[in-house]
């Protein structure tokens, strides 16, 4: 399944979900003071960021040391994004990332794993990995990606007041139903490589 620079930048925001993590970041930057809001979310976006570009580009040498095939790859990634996609469909996720309001979260669980998480890395792997000519292009769709999860979540508060909580949820389930045809996809272009391409 190769992908453009827009369909990527789309399956980031996919998996990257900053939409559906607005309850969970409200939630667990309860504690953190007003005024120091914003900047903590430009952190933890940033360390984000950094994980994932260190996967982008180390993927290959990754992929050539655990000694894993892109097909595998491919399989495991839609895999753990239909995951995803099934509990941003059919759950909440406000309890699966509890933490201590009462301090400032750093790296986790903000930075990792809600926004570099297993999805996210497992897909700059397989972009890195599927089409390694096309680096810069997945490195702009990264950073363009971030860049609109760090304006989601710096405006978090403000956004959840504008659409509501309701709207948010519905938000969210919708892109898990566009996620899951992505993992789908994802799955099936593994197994053919597999059986049909393998020769």
């Keep these: 399944m190769d992908h453009s620079f827009w369909s990527a930048l789309v399956l ?3 998996v990257l979900d900053p939409f559906g993590s ?4 409200i939630s ?7 005024q120091r809001k914003a900047r903590v ?3 933890e976006v940033l360390i984000a960021f950094a994980v994932l570009l260190a996967f982008m580009l180390a993927g290959q040498g990754f992929l050539a040391l655990m000694r894993l095939s892109e097909r595998s790859l491919e399989v495991a990634g839609g895999v753990i994004l239909l995951i995803i996609a099934m509990r941003m469909i059919f759950a909440g996720g406000e309890a699966v990332y509890a933490s201590d309001a009462a301090r400032e979260p750093l790296i986790f669980p903000l930075a990792v794993p809600l926004l570099a998480g297993p999805s996210a890395m497992a897909t700059v792997l397989l972009l890195a ?3 390694p000519d096309r680096m ?3 490195v702009g769709a990264l950073t363009l990606a971030m860049a609109v999860s760090g304006t989601v979540l710096v405006a978090a508060d403000r956004i959840r007041r504008w659409l509501g909580s309701s709207m948010v949820s519905a938000i969210e389930k919708l892109m ?3 996620l899951t045809a992505i993992a789908v996809e ?5 197994l053919k490589r597999y059986f049909f391409d393998a020769a």
């Design 41 to 43: 979310a430009l952190r």
């Design 176 to 178: 898990g139903l566009v």
């Design 186 to 190: 994802m799955i099936l272009a593994g």
């Design 129 to 131: 990995s599927r089409q």
């Design 22 to 25: 607005l309850p969970i970041f």
């Design 12 to 14: 980031l925001l996919l």
């Design 28 to 34: 667990v930057m309860g504690g953190v003071a007003p």
């Design 136 to 138: 810069w292009h997945w």
